[in-house]
Nanobody, 120 residues
Framework: EVQLVESGGGLVQPGGSLRLSCEAS????????LTWLRQAPGKGLERVSS????????YYADSVKGRFTISRDNAKNTLFLQLGNLKTEDTAMYYC?????????????RGQGTQVTVSS
């Protein structure tokens, strides 16, 4: 059974930083592209960042380029997202998903999420 467990969210002031983690099990992690998604209140899922199975290829949404960094540790089956210079509009539930790309993210296996709230 595929399991993705996110952690690291919390309440942070604008300009602050957080590091999200996603521990994976139940599939060949080192052969899987992975993505961080987010969903703000009242909005749909948004692709934030993706990383290929080797880590050689990455994708960032324009809204987070230069502020967020995706990485992975294949030895520990863990995906990371470093969030920097956070803005109030980054407030959302953040999910990791088992795919590099999808036409319909709602159909892709993802974890239960970790809440990030940016507020002063």
């Amino acid at each position: 059974e595929v399991q993705l467990v996110e952690s690291g969210g919390g309440l942070v002031q604008p300009g602050g930083s957080l590091r999200l983690s996603c521990e994976a099990s139940g599939f060949d992690f080192s052969s899987s592209g992975l993505t961080w998604l987010r969903q703000a209140p009242g909005k749909g899922l948004e692709r934030v960042s993706s990383i290929s199975f080797t880590g050689a290829n990455t994708y960032y949404a324009d809204s987070v380029k230069g502020r967020f960094t995706i990485s992975r540790d294949n030895a520990k089956n863990t995906l990371f997202l470093q969030l920097g210079n956070l803005k109030t509009e980054d407030t959302a539930m953040y999910y990791c998903a088992k795919a590099y790309y999808a036409t319909n993210w709602y159909s892709i296996t993802r974890g239960q999420g970790t809440q990030v709230t940016v507020s002063s």
